[in-house]
Structures are given as structure tokens and as C-alpha cells.
């Protein structure tokens, strides 16, 4: 992906410096592993497993960020930037609205959020209620060291991941896929979410169509490292990295295949009304 050099978003909140959170300490690889692959793709802090492993929890220390900590923060405002030129075209061209967008935070360890407690083990989720997205920078690092999904353009499928959800709030999407959850069984409600995840993937392959064509920045294999990852978090993939059997009835965001094809289905149509995983036959 070609992202040096180029325009930067303002809507940056970086709270990196300001420290504070839980640490792991005293559990083995691959433990660790599957407690992070529970919490990144589940939605659940982890933190309090983590400690019990026998990490620590600090706060209010200072945090030294190094060269590839602001190289991370630099591309994640460049990223956050393309998302802006391109969802303000879509809603312009396709919708005859407005975008308006997110502010991204970045922290390091742990932060507070109106939808609750991040950190680390939570991995980068959306907060509609700020209208703010959150990311730990390691996360990128976690993503092609344990998860295999390296490169640039994994790394900005995430970024992607989180905005779309946000185009959802702005939608009203959100707003009323977690409400309906709100009434549902468990299984039902797992569905449901799993329908606004892959959403997100669809939404996330015509941001990616858009960047290529309007802003030139895709390189060769970019869209191979994005479909990777989407492979990577699927949950049938992570519940067989910890050890389990896939359980479809417990998906929260859709399998490896899933994930694949919806964003692969964004990204050759780079039309919304193909992103309509809430009234599709298969997803």
C-alpha cells in the first residue's frame, strides 16, 4: 500500500502517552493465544484472565513510544484519511448525504470508552456512543505474529473494518441491528451480529475498491494480504486455533469464508445496496 508521505487525518485522539493498564505475564504462547483470540473477535476484555495468569496491572505510568510506534500512529492517519475522501464521495454520489466522521483513538494498554473498558485484549472495536473508534497500535503486530496476517494492507482492513462500522451508525444500521439483539435468544443475537460484522467486511472491499481506483494506492497483492486476515479472524479459524470444534451457533462475526466473500463482494461491486447481509439468503 502506498501510504508515505501522503495526507494525514486530524481526527487522531492519541492517548499512547498517557500509559496505564493490565500487562501479561506468566502464561504460556499458546494460551496466550487463545485467550487474545477470544477477546479480539469476541468483544470481550480479557484483562481480568490476563492478570490471573499472572500479569499485573499498572497505571498511570508514562509511555515511551519508539520509531515504529509513530510509524504505526503515522499510518493509521493516512488510512483514517482515505477512509474519509472515499466515504465522503460514497455518501455523496450513492446516498446524497453527508459523511460525517469518526474520530480514531489510539491508546497503548488500556483506556476507558463510553461502551466500556479497552485495552489490548480487546482489540480495535467501534463505540457508537462517542462515535469513536479504538485501536491499539500492537494489535498490528499481534495480527502477523500470531494470526498470521501480515502486511500493510491487513493492518488497513482493520482500520476499515472499525470506520465501516461507524458509516453503519451513521446509517442508523447500528442502531437498530443492537436493539433488535436486545430481544433475541443468545443464538439469534449471535446471528444478528454475525449479519452486522460481515456488513462491516462488504463495507470495508468498497472502501477498498474506491482507494484503488479514485486514490491509487493499492499495490500488487494488497487484496490478497486483506482476504488473508479476513481468513485469519474468521471464528471457525480462531475456535480451531484454541483447540475447539467450530460451533456455527456461537459465530459472532462469520467464518473464514464468510468474511472472505463479503469482503471480496464489497470490493468487485463497491455498491452499498450489495452490502445487505441483514436481507440476504446465504450469508
Not at 133 to 153: C, E, I, M, V, W
Not at 154 to 163: F, K, L, Q
Not at 266 to 280: I, K, P, S
Amino acid at each position: 500500500m502506498k501510504w508515505q508521505g501522503r495526507r494525514r487525518s486530524r481526527n487522531i485522539e492519541d492517548r499512547r502517552r498517557a500509559g496505564g493498564g493490565a500487562k501479561a505475564g506468566g502464561i504460556g504462547g499458546v494460551g496466550l493465544l487463545v485467550i487474545l483470540a477470544i477477546g479480539y473477535f469476541a468483544g470481550i476484555d480479557v484483562t481480568p484472565f490476563l492478570s490471573q495468569a499472572g500479569g499485573g496491572a499498572s497505571s498511570g505510568s508514562n509511555v515511551t513510544l519508539g520509531p515504529e510506534d509513530e510509524q504505526a500512529a503515522e499510518f493509521v492517519s493516512v488510512v483514517l484519511a482515505d477512509t474519509e475522501t472515499v466515504w465522503t464521495e460514497i455518501f455523496r454520489t450513492q446516498l446524497g448525504q453527508q459523511y460525517r466522521p469518526p474520530t480514531l483513538v489510539l491508546f497503548s494498554q488500556s483506556t476507558r470508552s463510553p461502551c466500556g473498558g479497552a485495552s489490548g485484549a480487546t482489540g480495535p472495536f467501534y463505540c457508537p456512543a462517542d462515535r469513536k473508534a479504538y485501536l491499539d497500535t500492537d494489535f498490528f503486530t499481534t495480527l502477523s505474529r500470531r494470526f498470521g496476517a501480515g502486511g500493510d494492507f491487513a493492518a488497513a482492513y482493520v482500520v476499515a473494518h472499525e470506520v465501516a462500522h461507524h458509516v453503519q451508525n451513521e446509517l442508523g444500521i447500528l442502531r437498530d441491528a443492537n436493539q433488535a439483539r436486545q430481544r433475541m435468544s443468545e443464538r439469534d443475537s449471535n446471528r444478528v451480529s454475525v449479519m452486522i460484522e460481515l456488513q462491516a467486511d462488504c463495507l470495508s472491499g468498497i472502501w477498498a475498491r474506491y482507494a484503488e481506483a479514485r486514490l491509487g494506492t493499492l499495490e500488487r497483492g494488497d487484496i490478497a494480504e486483506a482476504l488473508n486476515a479476513a481468513k485469519q479472524i474468521g471464528d471457525d479459524t480462531l475456535q480451531r486455533a484454541s483447540g475447539q470444534r467450530p460451533m456455527p451457533h456461537t459465530f459472532t462475526h462469520g467464518s473464514a469464508e464468510q468474511r472472505q466473500t463479503w469482503f471480496a463482494r464489497g470490493y468487485e461491486t463497491a455498491e452499498l445496496v450489495q452490502c445487505d447481509t441483514f436481507q440476504a439468503r446465504n450469508l
